[in-house]
């Protein structure tokens, strides 16, 4: 398949299919933020973290177990996480109990996931 396969030939612009989609079009910075939120997923380590929430409630010890990481890497993962508004937390005495921000964030991953499995 040679590359000219893919690229349009045409010399007419689809007027109204344009103006339908640019008057629809998320504003530049909301386009940027959902980069932003991306790029934190586009980390194999955190994807795991994720995963493992998606399963179950976790602390930060038993991430890194399950991780086979230190707790300070876990730590600096869960940071970058909680920045993006991915995950959450809750206090129990001195543990500290990390989930997935939402369900949002929950279907996200699983249709991610989905998709990649796809045969």
């Known amino acids: 398949m040679s590359r000219n396969e893919f690229a349009c030939d045409c010399d007419m ?3 109204e299919v344009v ?3 640019r008057k629809r079009m998320p504003e ?3 386009l940027y933020d959902l980069a932003d939120f ?3 997923l ?3 380590t955190r994807v ?3 995963w493992a929430l998606d399963e179950h409630e976790m602390c930060v010890c038993d991430l890194a177990v399950l991780l086979n ?3 300070s890497a876990i730590s600096h993962q869960l940071r970058s996480l909680r920045n993006a508004n991915l995950v ?3 206090r129990e005495g001195k543990n500290v109990y990390y989930s997935l921000a939402d369900d949002h964030v929950k279907d996200i991953f699983e249709k991610g996931l989905e998709h990649i499995k796809e045969v």
Do not use: L, P, Y
Request: positive net charge; aromatic residues 8%.
């Open 13 to 15: 612009i689809h007027a």
């Open 19 to 21: 103006e339908k989609v």
């Open 48 to 50: 795991r973290i994720i």
């Open 38 to 40: 991306f790029k934190v």
């Open 28 to 30: 530049e910075n909301v």
């Open 88 to 90: 959450k937390f809750r």
């Open 69 to 71: 990481m230190t707790k």
């Open 42 to 44: 586009g980390d194999s």
